[in-house]
């Protein structure tokens, strides 16, 4: 059944004699017009999933980095495509992310809240804001899953720490120093 069909199924016949040349006409233009929007739309959605897509198989190789070669079967293109995608959408795990941001010089405990859909990041050393933060802060965005809200918490000097350590040798420093800076011995 085509469009041109169904639409003239919708309208009674008393009102609207579909044998009529100028109703033909009327819907087999809309028929036609209708059957090739389907066409494209079931296009459109063949080529937005890879197993099904033809024609934009070498924008998505391009995309992923894998070399285009016509010569290669459709099929293996597309498993290509495929591993590759699950590489990159491998969630990075909590272990993995912890790892990373030692590599950047701190030591971090990363707390979930699923409920909240937050993750508390608390950087425990080095003290304070450390150096080339919005780099980090970058990369965790990059790294972590977008629906998930990031908290950050920098530890700072407590006063237990400050206790050991004298008058003369703290003196010479102001108290916002010693917020992120202990005393040398």
Known sequence: MNFSSFLASFFPHRWLNPKLTGNKKLFGGLGKTLD??????????????VLTAVDTIPLREDEYGIPSDPSIPLDIRRS???????????PITKEDLLNALRSYGLEAEITNIPGQSLMKIKILSPYGEPPGFQQIQEFVEEVTRAHIGKEWVFSHVRHYELEPFTHAQMEGNTHAYYETHLPSK
């Not at 290509?80 to 491998?90: F, T, Y």
């Open 36 to 49: 090739q929007m389907n066409d494209l739309l079931q296009q459109v959605k063949n080529e937005s999933r």
């Open 80 to 90: 290509s495509i495929i591993a590759r995608m699950r590489e990159q959408a491998r």
